[in-house]
């Protein structure tokens, strides 16, 4: 994974320039340039095996040279099975970004000195995390993602829920953590309607930037303030990571224009490409 951080270190609204991802010496994305601003949501749409995940990943990771005190929930998989509570673990995950930041201001402070500019955008994310009044906040999200008494106790240890239930737990960790880059890969999974509207909400009340990949069409559309499509390479080429500059409508009409020509339509449904 390549790039170049294009914009200043302290910025919070983030340029990613000549941005590329290699998976097992292949070139998927090749110099591309990614803007993420605060508070605006981008869907991430591709064909399979595009690089969409990848994408994801290699920001998430840090392959790139995003700021250190920009933070960042990756939600790729559930919350694991443990002895915490879906209470417990919502909080414990803040508790620890807590730790990471002040520990981080203490080596700029060492290494720098006060007069740091990226001190300030710590102090302001540690304010935000203020363990005040921590539960009730983390009881009232857990809630509004489905959970209750008469279906599954939200002081219930995740080791006793199920894969969609923890998954809902990852997802409380994430708002409640509230960072200032928040990267979903597929977060409907196992959610039913209704929760997937609850997430729509609140993703749409979120303050920091969003990035999501996901198959389901009503969160896109509910969601989505730009929409970026992950072209997929031909004969050898790697593909790149582009602004769709129309309707997600428009989208899936092109893709059935192209599935067409090429006889990928069979029975009216598009085989082997998801949005």
Not at 75 to 93: D, M
Not at 201 to 222: C, K, P, W, Y
Request: proline share 5%; aromatic share 6%; with cysteine.
């Amino acid at each position: 994974v390549t790039g170049v951080l294009a914009s200043m270190p302290a910025a919070r609204d983030i340029k990613f320039a000549s941005f590329s991802v290699s998976v097992g010496g292949r070139q998927l994305v090749a110099d591309s340039n990614l803007e993420l601003t605060q508070g605006c949501r981008y869907g991430l749409l591709g064909d399979n095996g595009s690089g969409k995940s990848n994408v994801l990943a290699a920001v998430a990771q840090r392959e790139v040279p995003l700021p250190e005190h920009v933070s960042v929930y990756h939600l790729h998989e559930e919350a694991p099975p443990t002895e915490l509570s879906g209470v417990e673990a919502v909080i414990e995950h803040v508790r620890a970004e807590v730790e990471r930041l002040e520990a981080m201001s203490e080596a700029i402070l060492e290494a720098v000195g006060p007069e740091d500019e990226r001190l300030e955008a710590i102090n302001d994310r540690l304010s935000e995390l203020d363990p005040t009044g921590s539960e009730p906040r983390a009881r009232k999200i857990l809630s509004g993602l489905g959970f209750a008494d008469h279906l599954v106790p939200m002081d219930r240890p995740t080791k006793h829920m199920s894969g969609g239930w923890r998954m809902r737990v990852a997802l409380a960790q994430a708002l409640f953590a509230a960072p200032e880059l928040l990267l979903l890969d597929e977060p409907t999974n196992h959610l039913d309607l209704e929760t997937i509207e609850a997430l729509a909400m609140a993703l749409n009340q979120f303050d920091g930037g969003v990035v999501f990949v996901s198959h389901d069409e009503r969160l896109i559309e509910m969601v989505a303030d730009e929409l970026w499509v992950v072209n997929k390479g031909a004969n050898g080429e790697p593909g790149s990571v582009a602004v769709w500059h129309s309707s997600y409508e428009d989208y899936k009409e092109r893709l059935q224009q192209e599935f067409v020509s090429a006889g990928l339509v069979s029975g009216g449904t598009v085989r082997g490409v998801n949005a």
